[in-house]
């Protein structure tokens, strides 16, 4: 069987990204914690923890940290059954759930999905922000413990469930409007506007160009990696982008923000793809983000074409 | 002298992730970019760009694209003297700019200067966004044309300003409050009520928490890589954070939020570190992050302890 003393340290210094830390959080020694680390090195043959500041986890690394997740779930589980088997802990051990999740989901209606679970659980999360396309990886890599993602394909090992649609509005201020649109939106205009693109993996505005162009023309473009940053930079004026529905819903009423072409918009389906060793111990997390994204995405069964109208 | 139709194809390649968006945005088929790449990286006995999904810069491709962002700049100048000489472009050519900023910078005061000086020059951006006291790396590793930083000393071949102190209150709702720290806040309530802390290189929990306790509690944490999320937690009583003064004024007004030692504050001193060579094309831009600074950062001259009191 694994050391699981070693294995402790290693999601403690992963987690708290130093060995002081790592030490100060599990009550021993910097020392003890790595000698631990270093003795499972060397029986693993492999490195777990990149020194650095921070010490990050290698892939292995991060596969035993899933796993650590996993039996503490598991021991949650145990102990609520059999309250006495419980060790006498010096403070409430609290779980750390990985969870990889798409900016914009969490900038819109994921915490929603947290806050209802931490009402009934009392654990800790470690968010991994990614691109939609993206987070899917990090589970297939072992990084993380379920995802929200575009990916509708199941990941092995999997549980899929789909979640809705995350809508997005290409949208600029008036006065950018008038400088760049005043002679129409089309594949010309579109050429010379600064558009705004999230990073190098964000497609929306290309899907979106696609859609209302028919092509795919070269645009220049800021890049800004942050989903708030987004909404603020149409409002100056810096540029278009695709932005989440639900936050710009009120600069669209209140005509601070305009669509480039009205009625234009882009669905992103979401699936939330869960380990299904984490399935069970996670069904209530599970609950929690479904009903949370039944009220912040478009859902079909909804009848009315969604929150956004 | 280094084959610039080569570099600006790199250049793109790194600016768009691709090879195939590259070839349109410099009007020249996805071949001869893969080709012009190839021959510059046997040439110079190194790799340029790492093939991916999206294609990202080696160290040396980052050092090679800033040379070309400051040719560019440099031309910019030379047309604006002498506009004869300016090339015949079909479209115009806009230089993209590469700057690194901390998050919370761009969640507050930063966008406000990318306003202001997109007002006098038609550039584009390229954010990088780091920790505070990691942003002034990519400036050293030359990923970055310039930086938003809280490293005081002068990177080389740099120009550092003084832009002001981004304050920090550690704010939770009232909720959180009553559950966690009904009994005082302490090393011990501390060591048991879940904080938010943003990326493993985020040390201000500890900052206050030397300054609040005198020592380094270890605390139960979660993990949000979000400005923005990590206000929206705090109001969600799912943890309790460092949050910048701009963006919890308004919450600490109403008592949505509450501060857990009242006026125990953490600032934290950000300088705009710039590299030499961009500094002379740039100083319109260095003068709109001073003037936004002044306006959204704590600053000495001010007399009154800051805009928020």
């Excluded at 021993?28 to 003795?39: C, D, E, F, H, L």
């Excluded at 990084?143 to 600029?172: F, K, N």
């Excluded at 760049?180 to 190098?200: I, N, W, Y």
């Excluded at 505005?205 to 473009?221: D, F, R, V």
Aim: with cysteine; proline share 5%.
């Amino acid at each position: 069987m694994l050391d699981y003393q070693a294995l402790k340290a290693v999601a403690a210094v992963i987690r708290t990204g130093s060995f002081d830390k790592a030490a100060r959080l599990i009550h021993v020694t910097p020392s003890a914690v790595s000698q631990r680390v270093k003795q499972l090195e060397e029986r693993m043959g492999a490195v777990l923890v990149v020194r650095g500041s921070p010490c990050t986890a290698t892939e292995t690394g991060d596969w035993l940290c899933r796993h650590v997740e996993q039996v503490e779930l598991m021991e949650g589980q145990l102990f609520d059954a059999w309250p006495a088997l419980s060790p006498a802990a010096d403070g409430p051990e609290r779980v750390t759930l990985s969870i990889a999740v798409n900016a914009d989901s969490l900038g819109t209606w994921f915490l929603e999905a947290l806050q209802r679970f931490s009402k009934t659980a009392d654990c800790l999360f470690d968010l991994a922000v990614d691109d939609q396309e993206h987070t899917a990886e990090r589970l297939r890599r072992g990084q993380v413990a379920a995802a929200v993602t575009s990916l509708e394909q199941p990941i092995q090992g999997c549980r899929r469930i789909y979640l809705g649609r995350l809508r997005y509005h290409a949208t600029a201020s008036p006065d950018f409007m008038a400088r760049h649109f005043a002679g129409g939106v089309d594949a010309h205009s579109l050429g010379l506007a600064p558009a705004l693109t999230f990073d190098r993996k964000d497609r929306l505005q290309q899907m979106w160009l696609a859609a209302a162009t028919g092509g795919e023309p070269a645009i220049p473009t800021h890049w800004l990696p942050s989903t708030q940053g987004f909404v603020e930079a149409a409002l100056r004026g810096l540029g278009w982008g695709m932005n989440p529905a639900a936050l710009v819903a009120g600069h669209l009423a209140d005509g601070r923000l305009v669509e480039l072409i009205p009625g234009k918009v882009i669905d992103v389906p979401l699936y939330w793809q869960i380990s299904r060793l984490a399935s069970a111990p996670l069904a209530g997390l599970t609950e929690a983000v479904r009903a949370a994204a039944a009220e912040g995405l478009e859902t079909e069964d909804r009848g009315q074409g969604g929150r956004q109208g």
